[in-house]
């Protein structure tokens, strides 16, 4: 499969990590660290994480460590990562991205 990761997720990644290094250096890079495994995760499994309780036409892989979650769909062999999405905030709002 063939990830691909929607640009503002990055800016979401960005934004999320250097407020985690303010609070305590390096636990940016942590978060980093997750999201990365869990980019791998899914392009090596995107069939094994739960759907979307919103829309089951999404899938979504919940960090262990940090309250994030990146909801992903499937199109054909490619895999596409929508956000990095605090689980706590403005759910589902990365919807909108998806009528590219």
Known sequence: MKL???????????????????????????????????LRWIEERPLAWPTHSI??????????RFPYQLPFSIDGDSVNVWAIAHSKRRVGYWRSRTQI
């Open 55 to 64: 829309d089951p036409r999404y899938r979504v892989f919940h960090l262990w």
């Open 4 to 38: 691909w990761v929607h640009p503002l997720a990055l800016d979401e990644l960005d934004e999320a990590a250097a407020w985690y290094d303010a609070r305590e250096p390096g636990l940016g890079n942590d978060l980093v660290d997750e999201v990365n495994d869990g």
